[in-house]
């Protein structure tokens, strides 16, 4: 069974970092790409960034370009997530996913981690 975990989670002021990380664990683990997503209070979950295991081609939200950067152990089945300048519209909860190889979607997610950005 494939299990992922989140850390890094916390409260900042605007302007603030912080690094959100992730691992993927399991006998079985293949994925074709991990990534990261996010779901703010009355929202629905969205799309932030993402990697894909072979090659590291990213893909950021457009929201995040140029503040996020997503990255990868290759090794230890772990991505980061940098996010620099931060705004209170980041304020969620995110999440760590994993698309295995031989599924059509994203289909392990993590359990999230808060991230509160205060003005």
């Known amino acids: 069974q494939v299990q992922v975990t989140e850390s890094g989670g916390g409260s900042v002021q605007t302007g603030d970092s912080l690094r959100l990380s992730c691992a993927a664990s399991g006998r079985t683990l293949s994925a074709v790409a991990m990534g990261w997503f996010r779901q703010a209070p009355g929202k629905e979950r969205e799309f932030v960034a993402s990697?894909?295991?072979?090659?590291?081609?990213?893909y950021y939200a457009d929201s995040v370009k140029g503040r996020f950067t997503i990255s990868r152990d290759i090794r230890n089945y772990r991505i980061y997530l940098n996010m620099s300048n931060l705004k209170p519209e980041d304020t969620a909860v995110y999440y760590c996913?994993?698309?295995?190889?031989?599924?059509?979607?994203?289909?392990?997610w993590g359990q999230g981690t808060q991230v509160t950005v205060s003005s």
């Open positions: 990697i894909r295991w072979s090659g590291g081609s990213t």
């Open positions: 996913a994993v698309h295995r190889v031989g599924g059509n979607d994203y289909d392990r």
